[in-house]
């Protein structure tokens, strides 16, 4: 399949995501590039409520300002015990600017006393794309696991020490590249992404026609 376009922009400056996002593509004949790429683009302020609003918000501003497909992830973790947070504020949860190590420890605290049983929690993810034609769509991820009371593995980035997954014995920060692949939040929202992209290329290239 000879696709129309060869680039497209992740709509993001997280490097971690963006390594993510990169390997699952990798097998497309597209160039991806990041926010990093365009260091004059001011950071988007994000001001949707849910993820699918944030997502939404950065794929159109990518879209506008560099006339390419633009594919825009919005995540968070959502804990059971806490109602739902952080939530859409997963990467804020400490305050700004973005601090990892901050958010681990202001999350345990909250969490601080509560049984593991009790301490369910799901990373989401929410994946728009859209086109300069403005087509737009959509998909979500989820992973459930458990928030552990110590950090545990040096891999990953976010909440990934603290995120167990029974089924696996280990922490996100605990699996290989390899393996968070198969179970993460954003690799289950890309991989229903990924076939979408093949299918505009091939309409690009006049081989097929409609909406998906």
Not at 16 to 21: D, F, I, V
Not at 51 to 66: D, R
Not at 133 to 156: D, N
Not at 182 to 187: E, G, I, L, P
Request: with cysteine; hydrophobic share 40%.
């Amino acid at each position: 399949m000879r696709a129309m376009f060869s680039k497209i922009l992740m709509a993001t400056h997280n490097r971690g995501k963006a390594t993510e996002l990169k390997n699952l593509l990798e097998e497309l004949p597209i160039r991806i590039l990041t926010l990093e790429d365009y260091p004059d683009k001011p950071i988007v302020e994000e001001k949707g409520t849910s993820f699918l609003e944030n997502a939404l918000q950065k794929a159109k501003e990518a879209v506008e300002f560099s006339g390419l497909i633009s594919l825009a992830d919005d995540s968070g973790l959502e804990v059971d015990a806490l109602g739902g947070q952080p939530g859409v504020y997963s990467a804020r949860f400490a305050g700004e600017p973005c601090d990892y190590q901050k958010n681990n420890l202001k999350l345990l605290r909250f969490l601080q006393g509560i049984p593991l049983p009790q301490r369910t929690a799901r990373f989401v993810s929410v994946i728009a794309l859209i086109t300069p034609e403005g087509q737009v769509y959509t998909a979500e991820g989820r992973c459930e696991g458990v928030i552990l009371e110590e950090l545990r593995g040096t891999g990953g980035f976010g909440y990934d020490p603290l995120f167990y997954l029974p089924s696996w014995g280990k922490t996100m920060a605990e699996l290989t590249l390899e393996e968070k692949n198969m179970v993460s939040h954003r690799c289950k929202a890309l991989r229903k992404i990924a076939p979408l992209l093949q299918r505009i290329g091939k309409r690009r290239d006049g081989s097929s026609a409609g909406r998906l």
